[in-house]
């Protein structure tokens, strides 16, 4: 475990969540996070991807816009991403989507050598597992590092949060607080340093 009392060094990860639907529960995952996440680890959610026009290649004459660009600026500064995601139609979000395929334009490409974390929540009996494994091929391409385990994928989410919102199972408490880990865990190796 992370112990911030002995100088670990500061975590600065920005996320994704991809639902926009009120009450998401990918959006109460998502607070699970922050509330779950150890003392030494800031998660800032990146917003505004979702009033990015559909990508055009013949767009890009015009070059990339300054939302995308400060976007990918703000995620090579950061030192992991998270994506917390629903599974629409066995995928990913078209909406996050479109937001991915527009940051992979900008040069140099953000998520090259970036540590990422993948989570998600769903109705479904096997959370967003489907999602998860295309979006794991998508960083292929773009050379992001994905944590592997624990594979985080809330399932049957309507009985897994309670009425504020927060996680009702241990055992998804643990998962969330052992990616966490594990992504600082990667962040330092990437950088070439040890978490404490």
Do not use: C
């Amino acid at each position: 475990m992370i112990d911030p009392t002995r100088g670990a060094r500061h975590y600065d990860v920005v996320a994704f969540v991809g639902s926009l639907r009120s009450g998401s529960y990918n959006r109460m995952l998502f607070n699970n996070v922050r509330r779950l996440s150890p003392a030494n680890m800031a998660i800032s959610e990146l917003t505004g991807w979702d009033e990015w026009q559909t990508l055009d290649v013949d767009l890009l004459n015009d070059g990339i816009p300054d939302a995308v660009t400060a976007m990918a600026q703000r995620i090579a500064e950061s030192d992991a991403v998270l994506f917390v995601s629903p599974e629409y139609n066995y995928s990913i979000p078209g909406g996050l989507k479109n937001g991915i395929d527009w940051l992979s334009r900008v040069s140099p490409q953000p998520f090259t050598s970036k540590v990422v974390g993948i989570m998600g929540a769903s109705t479904g009996a096997i959370g967003t597992a489907r999602m998860q494994y295309h979006l794991r091929q998508v960083l292929v391409f773009l050379d992001g590092h994905p944590v592997n385990k624990p594979e985080v994928m809330v399932g049957r989410a309507a009985g897994e949060f309670d009425g504020e919102g927060r996680l009702v199972s241990e055992f998804y408490r643990t998962q969330v607080t052992e990616l966490l880990e594990n992504l600082a865990r990667q962040a330092d190796r990437f950088k070439g340093r040890v978490s404490p």
